[in-house]
């Protein structure tokens, strides 16, 4: 570890550091304040195992998100680190995404244990009325609510993020009081590939050694998105698979070998999953409305994969007559599954005026027939199931154990909360801490 210096960024002032990854390579992590470092100073092994047998009762939570992996592809030959830890800790085979089932809202929904509704987080691509035009919701303020990562300091704890997706590091900022810059980046699919996140992790581990850690790994999402090869795409979603489950083998040796596994709890899911269709079943809400004048000029969609998200900007009188048309027409077109007005879902204004989920093996493309041409997407209920358990070698795991709670990414805050003696945020949890994980 090397090269502590101050620097002022687009994310305001910051205190850098060049660590050395596992493989050699560099490790940028930065920190809100230029004295963070002290507590997590680089400690040789034997101090830090040392140090972990006198510091009784710390317990530190790693919450480790497999993106857009699905539960049943959680297997002892497909994945067997994952199928052993989940073994050793308790699995919650009813576990579901939230909708909107993208990447940015559920981890939102982890991190704060609230719904978009409260959080002003619904989706990944959204109508900003101010701005006039589709978004992403990749900025720190389009998080109204606080999170874990912030709250724990005032337990004079500290946390980390170790975020794969560019969009991911973007709306969550400089919350944690340690962080990951996603590098390098895969061109197109915007995220760093996970063996340099797990490289990344690792250092974060021995750098600033944290209270509760955040980390997404995409590789498995981003192999569901972008091959589109389609005989090969089984084979290449198994060989992501492995890969993945190798890096998070990866990162349990290295806290067992520093000392830190028998204090750590470990919380792997996933954010939502996958979900396939065939080229030609694709619906266009676009086009569904170009044949009503009126919706045509009036109605803006924001896509996301398995889900539409439709915006009035017409006249307020004519509001209600065009979202009852534009229903009607949806619900009767094939391969839409439902549409409802966005307080059904939870979701508040930033979600627009109407959400339409399509059906099992069918995607969205807005606002061309062409616009989406990749199979695997999400958002959409076919895409609810996630892998959900709750492992790690801390005493307070119940091991070999499975809960039919229906545990929800939403429980994840409240969950780690429980355990790190942190009360509940203004208004109180929609979560819920899934206490049937833990003895006692
Ligand atoms: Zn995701």
């Known amino acids: 570890m090397s090269g502590v ?15 050395v990854g596992a493989s050699g390579a560099g490790v940028l992590l930065s920190a809100a304040a230029p004295a963070a470092w002290a507590a997590g100073a680089p400690r040789p092994a034997s101090v830090t195992a040392a140090a972990t047998g006198s510091e009784a009762g710390r317990t530190r939570v790693h919450v480790l998100v497999v993106d857009g992996c699905r539960p049943d592809e959680i297997t002892a030959s497909g994945t067997p680190t994952l199928a052993a830890l989940r073994e050793a800790g308790t699995w919650f085979p009813q576990a579901r995404s939230l909708p909107v089932m993208e990447t940015i809202p559920n981890h ?41 990562l912030e709250r724990v300091r005032e337990l004079g704890l500290t946390s980390a993020s170790v975020l794969s997706k560019e969009y991911l590091y973007g709306i969550f900022g400089d919350r944690a009081t340690f962080r990951w810059e996603p590098e390098p980046i895969v061109p197109i699919s915007g995220h760093a590939p996970d063996h340099y996140t797990v490289d990344a992790l690792i250092a974060m581990v021995d750098a600033a050694d944290p209270d509760v850690c955040l980390t997404n790994l995409g590789d498995i999402d981003r192999m569901g998105h972008s091959d589109l090869t389609g005989t ?3 084979a290449a979603r198994q060989a992501a698979l492995l890969s993945t489950d190798r890096q998070v083998g990866r990162f349990v040796d290295h806290l067992r070998d520093r000392g830190l596994w028998e204090s750590t709890v470990l919380i792997i899911l996933a954010d939502h999953s996958m979900d396939w269709s065939l080229v030609w079943k694709t619906v266009s809400g676009t086009r ?32 209600s007559a065009a979202l009852a ?15 409802h007005a966005p307080a059904q879902l939870r979701l508040g204004p930033e979600a627009g005026d109407l959400v339409a989920y399509c059906a099992a093996g069918w995607r969205f493309t807005d606002p061309y027939v062409v616009s989406n041409p990749i199979p695997g997407n999400h958002g959409h209920p076919a895409s609810e199931p996630i892998p959900f358990m709750v492992t ?14 229906p545990a929800r990414t939403v429980d994840v805050a409240p969950t780690v909360a429980g355990l790190l003696g942190l009360g509940a945020p203004d208004g109180g949890y929609d979560g819920t801490a899934r206490t049937a994980a833990f003895t006692g």
């Open 392 to 405: 790690g070698g801390s005493p307070l795991v119940r091991k070999g154990h499975t809960s039919s709670e």
């Open 288 to 319: 569904i409305l170009a044949g009503d004048t009126e919706l045509a000029e009036h109605m803006v969609v924001a896509q996301n994969g398995g889900a539409d998200l439709f915006s009035w900007t017409g006249p307020d009188a004519g509001r």
């Open 325 to 339: 048309r534009a229903a009607a027409l949806l619900e009767a077109h094939p391969g839409v599954l439902s549409v």
């Open 232 to 234: 090969t795409l089984r």
């Open 108 to 148: 939102v929904m982890m991190m704060t244990g609230a719904r978009p509704d409260r959080t002003g987080v619904p989706a990944n691509s959204v109508y900003d009325r101010a701005l006039g035009r589709v978004r992403t919701l990749d900025r720190p303020g389009d998080l109204r609510f606080p999170t874990l």
């Open 5 to 19: 210096h101050g620097k002022d960024s687009g994310l305001g002032r910051r205190t850098l550091l060049r660590a």
